[in-house]
């Protein structure tokens, strides 16, 4: 009898973390959201070729507590920065004016990443979008997981991630 509850819950369990998934927005999308509710955005530059950014979406975003703590915290974004959007931001309109040639950089993308372009970068903006950090590079879940909870939390605005994270690894 303890064996069927246990599988009974577990299948429960397994269940429902499975089905959560990123709700993914359009920069645009999350900027218009940001306006009628704030929110932090975390934004997932990309590029289609890029491996590591395909190991990403297939190993920490497609894990479900990954999944529910960006939907609850965050707009997430997912944005190509070779793609063809078209976004408006602080009075400016940023576009592709080469897309669809070899790897032509969205006018956006400099303008998110302070001009160090790589992939995957990770670029968290406040409330009033200003720009809180980039991260750079593939992120196991357990660090990522970090970095959500370090800027949702606010802890930026006292101490470094390595601080944060050297305390939150001791508890």
Known sequence: MRFLVVLIVS?????YSSNESIRWYSMQEALDLQQKAPKKIVVDVYTDWCGWCKRMDANTFSNAAVAAYMNKNFY???FNAEGNDTIKFKGRTFVNANYGKSRSTHSFTPVLVNGKISYPVFVFISEKTQGITKVYGYQEVSKWMAWLRYIAKDKYRG????QYYDAEEKE
Do not use: A, E, G, R
């Open 11 to 15: 299948l429960f369990f397994f269940s």
């Open 76 to 78: 997430p974004v997912k």
């Open 159 to 162: 101490q470094t991630f390595d």
